[in-house]
């Protein structure tokens, strides 16, 4: 790949101490293990293909500080590309602690590894902005640790494009498109997602697990769009003996969720008892918006408790008493009868019993 130098004013060299535009190197791991970085400092990745013979690896020795990371920018022109090409290891592993890579106009792209950017227990205060990353198994993984935040970024072409795993983590305005698998999957993860574009990936665009009712994933004004197997996933699974009783704690607010044909907008398992408010749910059918479905819609035995029905109807009612329409939902759906939609009825009315 031709590229112009951006940051330098020699061609990089093995044999360069990296201190100055005019001696760079040629190895970013050289950097790392060469010098002390602390807070404040900035490693510049000028324009260039760089193929990684091993992970870049950022230990505790080389931390950041409280408002003071550690940064490491790409060329302004967009030009800066970290392969791996090895689909067994991560192309970036951090381990460390106010660390950034990437900004607003120091974009920094990243392929061909295990996941392009991984952070494990030892990663704190880790943030990924602006940056590109594809054909890798996860794009961004976490495991354990955090607080990170992933935001700004293009994730696609990947089997996943972001794992986080029982990590804390804010997820922002980043697009994940077309990756083989999921978009996003949080996995006992304490995560807010806000504000993402997810779309057009093979399985659901968003899968969020939570352990019993363990505070789970938060969505906030994400557009999830076309995905293979649906738009959100909640699952809830159980670790205790005796066994205990896990249910789906995602909380959605005011997200858009496009489903295609056959795929639902929401689905949860084995039962649900997060909050959804102010979703758009829109089939690919072209009938227009359709109610997000209800809770028992996704209940495996498609029942519905009185106190499921009072907690997560309430909402709904157009002025009548919450107890008269969970009386009504609860009788609806109690033994999986069939309901039809009627637009022209206001909630919860517009859900009528089709008589067989």
Same mark, same amino acid.
């Given at each position: 790949?031709?590229?112009?130098?951006?940051?330098?004013?020699?061609?990089?060299?093995?044999?360069?101490?990296?201190?100055?535009?005019?001696?760079?190197?040629?190895?970013?791991?050289?950097?790392?293990?060469?010098?002390?970085?602390? /807070?404040?400092?900035?490693?510049?990745?000028?324009?260039?293909?760089?193929?990684?013979?091993?992970?870049?690896?950022?230990?505790?020795?080389?931390?950041?500080?409280?408002?003071?990371?550690?940064?490491?920018?790409?060329?302004?022109?967009? %030009?800066?590309?970290?392969?791996? %090409?090895?689909?067994?290891?991560?192309?970036?592993?951090?381990?460390?602690?106010?660390?950034?890579? /990437?900004?607003?106009?120091?974009?920094?792209?990243?392929?061909?590894?295990?996941?392009?950017?991984?952070?494990?227990?030892?990663?704190? %205060?880790? #943030?990924?902005?602006?940056?590109?990353?594809?054909?890798?198994?996860?794009?961004?993984?976490?495991?354990?640790?955090?607080?990170?935040?992933?935001?700004?970024?293009?994730?696609?072409?990947?089997?996943?494009?972001?794992?986080?795993?029982?990590?804390?983590?804010?997820?922002?305005?980043?697009?994940?498109?077309?990756?083989?698998?999921?978009?996003?999957?949080?996995?006992?993860?304490?995560?807010?997602?806000?504000?993402?574009?997810?779309?057009?990936?093979?399985?659901?665009?968003?899968?969020?697990?939570?352990?019993?009712?363990?505070?789970? #994933?938060?969505?906030?004004? %994400?557009?999830?769009?076309?995905?293979?197997?649906?738009?959100?996933? /909640?699952?809830?699974?159980?670790?205790?003996?005796?066994?205990?009783?896990?249910?789906?704690?995602?909380?959605?607010?005011?997200?858009?969720?496009?489903?295609?044909?056959?795929?639902?907008?929401?689905?949860?398992?084995?039962?649900?008892?997060?909050?959804?408010?102010?979703?758009?749910?829109?089939?690919?059918?072209?009938?227009?918006? #359709?109610?997000?479905?209800?809770?028992?819609?996704?209940?495996?035995?498609?029942?519905?408790?009185?106190?499921?029905?009072?907690?997560?109807?309430?909402?709904?009612?157009?002025?009548?008493?919450?107890?008269?329409?969970?009386?009504?939902?609860?009788?609806?759906?109690?033994? /999986?009868?069939?309901?039809?939609?009627?637009?022209?009825?206001?909630?919860?009315?517009?859900?009528?019993?089709?008589?067989?």
């Amino acid at each position: 790949m031709e590229t112009e130098d951006v940051f330098c004013t020699a061609p990089g060299s093995p044999d360069g101490d990296g201190l100055s535009p005019s001696t760079p190197n040629t190895s970013l791991q050289f950097i790392l293990d060469t010098y002390p970085l602390q /807070g404040g400092d900035t490693v510049w990745i000028d324009a260039g293909y760089y193929l990684l013979e091993d992970t870049i690896t950022i230990t505790a020795e080389d931390a950041g500080a409280d408002q003071n990371p550690i940064r490491f920018l790409g060329a302004t022109d967009g %030009n800066t590309l970290l392969d791996r %090409n090895d689909r067994e290891s991560h192309a970036i592993t951090i381990n460390s602690r106010y660390i950034q890579i /990437g900004a607003t106009l120091h974009p920094v792209k990243i392929t061909g590894g295990r996941s392009g950017v991984h952070l494990n227990f030892d990663g704190q %205060n880790i #943030t990924i902005q602006n940056c590109e990353i594809f054909g890798c198994t996860r794009g961004i993984e976490t495991f354990y640790g955090g607080p990170f935040i992933i935001e700004d970024t293009l994730l696609h072409h990947n089997q996943t494009g972001i794992l986080l795993s029982k990590s804390s983590a804010i997820v922002r305005r980043n697009e994940t498109l077309n990756n083989e698998d999921f978009g996003i999957v949080c996995d006992g993860s304490a995560a807010s997602i806000e504000e993402n574009l997810v779309a057009e990936n093979g399985a659901y665009g968003i899968l969020a697990v939570n352990v019993l009712r363990s505070p789970g #994933t938060e969505l906030k004004g %994400n557009q999830i769009l076309d995905n293979g197997a649906g738009g959100v996933r /909640g699952e809830a699974y159980d670790i205790s003996i005796p066994p205990g009783d896990p249910c789906v704690t995602v909380n959605a607010y005011d997200n858009t969720i496009r489903a295609l044909v056959g795929t639902l907008c929401f689905s949860f398992s084995p039962k649900f008892c997060g909050i959804l408010s102010g979703n758009s749910c829109i089939d690919e059918a072209g009938e227009g918006e #359709t109610p997000v479905p209800h809770p028992a819609d996704v209940n495996e035995d498609w029942s519905i408790s009185m106190s499921e029905a009072i907690a997560c109807l309430a909402g709904w009612q157009q002025g009548s008493n919450p107890m008269e329409y969970a009386i009504r939902a609860a009788y609806l759906w109690q033994n /999986g009868e069939d309901y039809i939609y009627n637009s022209e009825e206001a909630e919860p009315l517009c859900w009528e019993l089709q008589l067989k």
